[in-house]
């Protein structure tokens, strides 16, 4: 998410000329890859998005992770899931248990470090304790399935501030076997979730449906919006990679998220074949202070000039409505 002072208001021109290349591109744009398109399923945070702020952690973590990994096997889509150990330490006993249905099948475990820490504040020994410490629960856990963890997403998809700290932080990864995630679509679904979560607080029905569908068509123009980029960017379109966050507001909407791709014609594919993609080869070269998906890295890297005040952020009265929740949610995504 842009904060103000770097992306400005947009003008009414503009938006009306990012909804024009919206209806363009979610309307049927397939035949621009040549492969189809494609999406990979990521979800940060498991077991569950700030567990602290629930009376009943372990019963609505587990809640959320059931509904998310049905709508999941509905729409037959593969998908990661990004664990921090500090959300397994919160929700407590029988947490663990939580992640039982992303070690198997077409889901996968993958690491999001120890405590959510910010890359960019840290140096890298405690980089690399972050990286270790995130294995603590995952990693025994995929051993004992015969599998092993591929994947690391940096908190806030802060990859460090200065280019020697990526390219130390990219050398750890690669000591510990690690493959860099990468995310494509941003939907800054924990604005929405935090707005979500004060109306299911209050048992306000009517507002919980409103929150949904703004979430919702929110949500299709990111997928329109990061499409166009992506092909304004590489010249085609790669598989796509979307980032959302393992909250109540995903678990009831996943089922018509992934109803949107798939009217989009999109196919669900794994994390691993989504980067098998030449585009995702290496990480961006540019080092960035801020977590901008992928297609503003790949404009920096070519020196391809976008504008990203053409994206739109989340509607005013959510963030307004959601500012009331206290508790921490992951730090807004800069988009440029």
Not at 45 to 50: A, G, Q, R, Y
Not at 81 to 102: C, K, R, Y
Not at 261 to 266: D, E, L, N, P
Request: proline share 6%.
């Amino acid at each position: 998410m842009r904060s103000a002072a770097q992306a400005g208001r947009p003008f009414a021109a503009m938006r009306m000329a990012a909804l024009i290349v919206a209806v363009m591109f979610f309307g049927g744009c397939a035949h621009l890859n040549p492969a189809g398109r494609t999406v990979a399923m990521t979800f940060d945070d498991l077991p569950m998005t700030n567990p602290e702020r629930d009376a009943q952690p372990l019963a609505i973590a587990a809640e959320t992770n059931r509904q998310i990994l049905a709508a999941l096997e509905r729409y037959r889509a593969p998908a990661t899931g990004f664990v921090n150990e500090i959300h397994i330490t919160s929700i407590g006993p029988g947490a663990d248990q939580l992640l039982t249905g992303w070690n198997q099948g077409e889901y996968e475990l993958a690491n999001h470090g120890a405590t959510h820490a910010d890359a960019n504040v840290l140096d890298l020994p405690a980089i690399e304790r972050e990286i270790i410490q995130g294995e603590t629960t995952i990693g025994p856990l995929v051993r004992n399935a015969g599998r092993s963890l591929r994947f690391f997403r940096f908190p806030y998809n802060h990859l460090g501030e200065t280019a020697e700290k990526q390219t130390g932080a990219m050398a750890l990864l690669k000591a510990r076997g690690y493959q860099l995630a990468a995310s494509t679509i941003d939907t800054s679904d924990y604005v929405f979730d935090k707005a979500f979560v004060r109306a299911l607080d209050a048992r306000d029905s009517d507002m919980q449906s409103r929150i949904k569908r703004a979430y919702l068509d929110h949500t299709a123009k990111q997928i329109a919006y990061y499409a166009g980029l992506n092909l304004q960017v590489l010249g085609y379109e790669p598989p796509a990679i979307m980032l959302l966050h393992i909250n109540r507001l995903n678990a009831e909407t996943l089922d018509a998220q992934l109803a949107l791709f798939r009217k989009a014609g999109y196919r669900f594919v794994s994390l691993a074949e989504a980067q098998a993609d030449p585009a995702y080869a290496q990480a961006p070269r540019l080092p960035t202070r801020f977590g901008p998906m992928w297609c503003y890295r790949w404009a920096r890297d070519r020196g391809i000039r976008v504008d990203g005040r053409l994206e739109e952020e989340p509607p005013a009265w959510v963030a307004d409505y959601g500012a009331a929740i206290s508790v921490e949610s992951p730090a807004p995504i800069p988009r440029r």
